[in-house]
């Protein structure tokens, strides 16, 4: 299964969104730091509500931790950025996928988008946005993966709220 990587992450808000999603779909979650927040942060928590108990939680202290805990798995590091080479709907998504997203204000650095085995981007129709939220883009990026995958039949459907 595909896994979410944020990168230096600096909203909390944001971060406890994609952990929310995260937890939802099953699919691990791994911090890379420095982080612009304290883990404990309320505001992560609150983000997060009370699914962070059901979130498979990773922290690497640095980019290093998380690449030397990378190599003992394998897998596909695809970097998700504004100026990748590959639209995200086009790509191959495989189980063994690791889904970068870099800091809300910077994205992935030059260097680490170097060592991806490919760069994605979500097409955006209007030339005045520069990005989308990192949340949305997470969330995009990710079902787009567990779409190609077969991971969305998450089981019965559930009765419509009355």
């Not at 990168?7 to 929310?20: E, Y």
């Not at 931790?65 to 100026?83: C, K």
């Not at 590959?86 to 889904?99: G, K, T, V």
């Not at 779409?147 to 459907?157: A, I, M, S, V």
């Amino acid at each position: 299964m595909p896994q979410v990587v944020l990168v230096n992450p600096q909203i909390p808000p944001n971060t406890g969104n994609i952990a929310r999603t995260c937890a939802a779909t099953q699919t691990p979650l791994h911090l890379v730091g420095p982080l612009g927040f304290e883990i404990s942060d309320r505001y992560l928590k609150r983000a997060g509500l009370d699914y962070w108990p059901y979130v498979d939680f990773h922290y690497h202290e640095t980019l290093e931790a998380f690449t030397q805990f990378h190599r003992s798995l394998g897998g596909r590091w695809l970097g998700f950025t504004t100026g990748g080479r590959d639209n995200y709907i086009h790509f191959q998504f495989r189980d063994d996928d690791w889904l970068l997203f870099g800091a809300e204000t910077t994205g992935l650095s030059v260097e680490l988008l170097a060592r991806c085995d490919a760069t994605l981007y979500i097409p955006m129709i209007q030339p005045g946005v520069r990005s989308l939220n990192l949340s949305v883009s997470t969330a995009l990026g990710l079902f787009e993966a567990r779409r190609q995958l077969g991971y969305l039949e998450g089981g019965p459907p559930k009765p419509p709220r009355v």
